[in-house]
């Protein structure tokens, strides 16, 4: 069992309600994205990034890259937050999935280690090799963002 | 939240794009760009979505063409860096890129 689906994780959304995750563009937490071969089994119980089938190759780095959150903003009823394109240059990469989460959660509440956010299943292995390998997030509007509340 | 009771995310698409043995064109990444600034739904009332993407054209072809400066202007930096650092016949290379 691998992939199945994109996942908003269980533990992220209780962790919203204890304010433990701050997406502000220039304030904000930080948050990274780790890709996963298709070994891993990542879902909506997923609660923390682990290094378990994490993937490895030129020019990638275990953790994975640093993402740059777009701050967040509403449309009609829905609040929305959307992240920039994530790109390993010169990589030579085989990814089936990849894990957000945030290494500098607030644990003024709950305590937390790099806490997960979103379980991306990108349908199939990708593969870059000696080449870029980039992960394009969806339209930021309010049927599509990767992150919306409604 | 917009996900089903067992948390899965039903209606986000994430996309992954890769290259092998060179980098993402100007070409592609301008679609990316475009696809970030304009999307055109397909329930859209067929003059404006006509309209929508006549614009989309218009504006990818903007993207290409100021893409294509910038990768110039950064060749011609990387060429002086290069050319400061008695590296001449690879900046000549470049150049040539």
Known sequence: MAFSGNFMCTSFKKELLYGAHDFDASSGDTFKIALYTSSA????ATTAYATTNEVSGTNYTAGGG???????????????????????????????GALIYNTTPNTTSI???NPAVIVLDFGGDKTSTAGDFTVV?????ASNAIIRIA | ?????????PTFKVDVHTTNGRGFTPEEIAERCANKIIAIS???NPAIRAQAHAFRGELLKTLVFYMREAVKSDRTTVYNALT?????????????L
């Open chain 2, 84 to 96: 400061d650092a008695g590296q001449t016949e690879l900046a000549k290379y470049i150049r040539r």
């Open chain 2, 42 to 44: 397909d329930d859209a």
């Open chain 1, 137 to 141: 997030f969806p339209t930021a509007d």
């Open chain 2, 1 to 9: 939240m917009n996900d089903s009771g067992l948390g899965k995310v």
């Open chain 1, 111 to 113: 305590s937390l280690t």
């Open chain 1, 66 to 96: 640093t993402l740059t959150p777009v701050d967040p903003t509403s449309s009609g009823t829905t609040a929305l937050l959307d992240f920039v394109d994530e790109t390993w240059s010169s990589a030579t990469i085989t990814a089936r």
């Open chain 1, 41 to 44: 089994t990542l879902n909506a």
